[in-house]
């Protein structure tokens, strides 16, 4: 039952996005004051974007009785935790000691999805305010239940009453006939989970098991924070003319990044040297979570851990993953050499003495070209995307193709964590309240900077006959608005938004029978289509011309100004894939046969030099900072792929006519509301009518971007 755990298999925008027209797009308030005077203000915005858009109260303030985080009354102080989790494992003995009692009958699943859904409700939302809330207490108290809740489903991943319960229900053929097909793939998605943790082994291999989970989850939580230490040098070693460019301590010097937005070549190159110079107990962990997870993968009957990972996904195992990523490679390897070609020619306008691109000149020449070539500044844009006016234009967009509307509603005291998050009810025209989104959107300190989608809740059909309405929640880190100007957005912002909302109606429009494949509880490469479709409406003017004006004058966005976005956007797009692929192909091999032929600085050179057109720069270790090996282990091909889906189902349904209502329904209807009911394949297959060959994909994937 380990699957119960997992938020949403959804990446951190941060791993997904490959294209961004500029490396300069933080904030943008402070750059448009000039706006403020002379214009008059518009004040015709909806109660959406008056919401999203007013300056927000620094504390609560209202009157009444505290009814805790989310509703959840026991959470109103940090100690409610623990409250929360003792009825959780009362509820859970209770569920255990049902599911191993009652006859063999379709029932079964009910209880066991009741059993995961219990489990679900104290373990997402802990581990959701773990990394969200502002007050230490409320955290160390989310660590701890995260940690209890943990150590039961380590205890129901070894309970052969439960796991026999399971297997006799899909023994049973008279039983299976019974039932329909989202309840039998329910079925075996559970078995799958139970015998991932060898609940089918011997007890000493169960055992063996454990342990290894446990080095798995240790080994990656001290990898994921190396991943962040700062690498440190003496200050002597440095040219003087770049040591101000740095952090200095005494008369050492600590370098925390890549600096790619450094103007400074020197900069940027001894940040990259420094900051990816390999350090021993890094490599150490990394050994040691590759060997572990190939260690499980091989006791619980895989080759390899890829094999293990990809097995329910929608590539289907690590033979398809590779094949499509050497298509790939070879569809923009010519692309990506004339693409550095032109940055070699701007860079030498700045550097005519060493003009070669290298691994560290990329991103900035990049963003320089993008923004010389196209004449673009996230100023000119910003005014046109205020956050609320983002918010009226996704309402739009649903209103039009779902029958849905995005409606503020006030919160409680005591429901949200910090000033600002806004809770919308997503309501539909004739269903009523499908779900509610909870958006913790402006920026603030020790927030993290990475756009996510959190499961709060599943939906799933309760006893009664009704429907137990999904909760989740958006975080993204945008600038806050002030009392004269409200929270002005980037289009990569903006884009940003969309994609995350894209998960988020993937959670409001699945109506599954079973919270345990509610919404984003799917592949990772599938969870990541209907999020990157959403992109798709973020950058057609058909859209954007109906919703996005100027704060202050109401004038739409010009054409020419998202055209020019567009084209900025494509412009190095093959040299962003060619990395994505590079980095892809890396991970599979790193999970890929067991021992590793070198080690893994060697096959990094190996890799980079075969699928990348920048060399490998000796006395380096970029995979000591790939935080995305944790989490995203034989994964980090899902962007790639489920964009080529996403490529395809925008010019085979959309395109056309991006808001049409009978499209939108088709999708809903066809994808969505399955969530991962069904094999994401046949969900695929179900929307464009065939199953699309690997060739049509990774055409989509370079047309899409090229």
Excluded at 124 to 138: M, N
Excluded at 680 to 692: I, S
Aim: with cysteine; hydrophobic share 35%; glycine share 6%.
């Amino acid at each position: 039952m380990r699957r119960l755990l997992s938020k949403s298999g959804v990446m951190p925008y941060g791993m997904r996005k490959i294209i961004a027209y500029s490396t300069r797009t933080n904030k943008i308030c402070g750059g448009i004051g000039y706006l403020l005077s002379g214009t008059r203000k518009v004040t015709t915005w909806t109660p959406l974007a008056s919401a999203f858009n007013a300056k927000m109260d620094s504390k609560d303030e209202r009157n009444g009785s505290n009814v805790g985080l989310f509703g959840v009354p026991e959470l109103s102080e940090p100690n409610g935790f623990r409250i929360a989790q003792e009825n959780c494992l009362r509820e859970v003995d209770e569920l255990v000691k049902m599911a191993v009692d009652m006859p063999t009958s379709p029932k079964v699943v009910t209880v066991f999805d009741k059993l995961s859904d219990a489990l679900c409700r104290v373990a997402d939302l802990a581990d959701f305010i773990r990394v969200a809330h502002p007050k230490s207490e409320y955290i160390e108290a989310a660590e701890e239940a995260c940690f209890t809740v943990g150590n039961m489903v380590e205890r129901l991943n070894t309970n052969l009453e439960l796991h026999n319960s399971l297997r006799d229900l899909l023994n049973n053929q008279d039983v299976l006939q019974r039932m329909d097909s989202e309840s039998i793939r329910v079925a075996e998605l559970f078995l799958f989970d139970f015998e991932q943790s060898g609940i089918h082994l011997s007890a000493g291999k169960r055992r063996k098991v454990v342990k290894l989970n446990g080095e798995i989850l240790r080994n990656g939580s001290e990898f994921m924070q190396g991943t962040q230490t700062a690498n440190v040098i003496r200050r002597e070693l440095l040219p003087e003319h770049i040591r101000m460019s740095f952090i200095t301590e005494g008369d050492t010097i600590k370098i925390n990044g890549l600096y790619t937005d450094s103007p400074n070549d020197i900069v940027r190159e001894v940040a990259y040297k420094v900051f990816l110079y390999p350090n021993p107990t890094q490599g150490e962990l990394l050994d040691k979570l590759l060997t572990a997870r190939h260690q499980l993968a091989n006791l619980v009957g895989y080759p390899t851990y890829a094999d293990r990972a990809l097995k329910l996904s929608l590539a289907r195992n690590q033979t398809y993953v590779m094949e499509f990523l050497e298509m790939t490679a070879s569809h923009t390897h010519d692309r990506a050499l004339e693409e550095l070609s032109k940055l070699k020619a701007v860079k030498r306008k700045y550097n005519n003495t060493n003009p070669e691109i290298k691994a560290w000149d990329l991103p900035y020449y990049a963003g320089l070209a993008r923004h010389q070539i196209c004449d673009l500044n996230s100023s000119d844009y910003a005014p046109y995307f205020s956050l609320g006016t983002c918010m009226d234009g996704l309402s739009m967009i649903f209103t039009s193709l779902y029958g849905i509307q995005l409606k503020e509603e006030d919160t409680e005291p005591g429901e949200i964590w910090a000033p600002g998050v806004k809770k919308v009810a997503v309501v539909h025209e004739s269903e009523g309240v499908l779900g509610y989104i909870y958006c913790d959107f402006f920026e603030r300190l020790g927030k993290s900077q990475q756009d996510c989608h959190f499961t709060i809740r599943g939906g799933r059909c309760l006893d009664d006959g009704s429907y137990q309405t999904p909760v989740v929640v958006l975080m993204c880190s945008f600038p806050s608005p002030t009392s004269s100007t409200p929270s002005l957005l980037t289009h990569s912002m903006m884009e940003n938004l969309f994609h995350e909302m894209g998960h988020a109606m993937h959670s409001m429009l699945a109506r599954t029978t079973y919270q345990h494949v509610t919404g984003t509880r799917c592949s990772t490469d599938f969870a990541e289509v209907p999020s990157v479709l959403m992109e798709y409406f973020a950058s057609d003017y058909r859209v954007l011309r109906l919703f996005a004006k100027h704060y202050k004058t109401g004038e739409t966005l010009p054409e020419e100004m998202i055209t020019k976005l567009c084209s900025a956007k494509k412009l190095f797009s093959a040299c962003d894939i060619q990395q994505q692929v590079y980095y892809s192909i890396l991970d599979q091999i790193y999970h890929g046969e067991h021992p590793l032929p070198k080690t893994t600085t060697d096959i990094l050179a190996d890799v980079q030099n075969k699928y990348s057109c920048l060399p490998y720069i000796p006395g380096t270790a970029w995979q000591l900072r790939f935080g995305h090996l944790v989490g995203y282990g034989a994964k980090y091909y899902s962007y790639l792929l489920s964009r080529a889906v996403a490529s395809l189902i925008w010019q085979q349904c959309f395109h056309s006519n991006p808001l049409d209502r009978s499209v939108g329904e088709d999708y809903r209807r066809k994808m969505l509301a399955f969530g991962g009911g069904k094999e994401p394949t046949e969900l695929v297959q179900n929307m464009l009518g065939k199953e699309p060959t690997m060739t049509q994909l990774v055409e989509a994937l370079i047309k899409d971007a090229l």
